[in-house]
């Protein structure tokens, strides 16, 4: 599908029903107009399509609906809708969050000021609020909350740990032809990630500091944000948490992997390197994290990798 506005705004929706119509409505509110909602239902069957079919009909300048079969996954939904819309610039949007009403105006005029050529991808992402299930604000930053050191762009930290959240984030064309070179999700986290690691390795990167979003916390998240704090930290540490800590840190070593061969880069990047780490010992690993000063976003995690990665 193409999109006749400057920005598609990606919607990727699964059994939403009790969030969307605010989310939709934030979109309503943006002080830009210049954006068009392309959704994609993953076999919802909470009265999402209902939601949607009404708002399609009501505002068909405004939404419109991809036809696909479920994909199974946030991850499979966002890359079907890259794949499936053709436009300028995307947003990928969640169900469940609100949209602060600048967020669009801000986002492209930031991508704007770095996007001096349009063959080179860009990403813009921004801070959010973190908020209730009702909307109450738990944190003014979601940036502070779990310390996620968002200015860090160097390829040494989003390797380990992403700090892109994927519904505060724009991207240009450049970006996206390069994100759907990408035909198989198997071994992507995250679609965020993904398309992190390409603006980091291949364009840049520009933070908002400033939130452009509600980031609703409730129980049927797929991805929450952790406060950092002494019993998230206990948590990782004791029993299962070890498991969950060494499972991240495989899933990110196979997916640099992936991507050094996707994209084919050199042994020697550090891209690959990272990716080799799944087949090497713990020593190995260490000598690798310490040459190449690799580190998450705060050093309590970073000590984690060391210790349990």
Known sequence: MVCDKKIAVILAVYNGGEYLKQQLE??????????????HDDGSTDGSLEQIDDYVK???????VVEGAPSGSACKNFCFLFDAVEA???????????????????SLHCMKKIETDKSIPCLVYTDQKIVDEKLNVLSESSDI????????????????????TGCTMMVNRALRDKFILSKSTDKMVMHDWWATLIAASFGKMYFISKPTILYRQHSSNTLGANKMCANMVWNRINGKGREFVRHSLYVSWVQAAEFARIYKLKKNSLI?????LKDKNKIGRLKIYMKYGIHKSSWIRTAGMYVLG
């Open 272 to 276: 690959a390197v990272y990716g080799s």
């Open 26 to 39: 934030s979109l309503l509110a943006q002080t830009s107009g210049d954006w068009k909602c392309f959704i």
């Open 88 to 106: 300028e610039y995307y947003m990928c949007c969640d169900q469940d969050d609100v949209w602060l009403p600048e967020k669009v105006s801000h």
């Open 145 to 164: 909350y779990q310390r996620l050191h968002c200015r860090d762009k160097r390829l040494s930290h989003l390797l380990a740990h992403n700090v892109v």
């Open 58 to 64: 009501r505002f068909p300048d405004k939404f419109a």
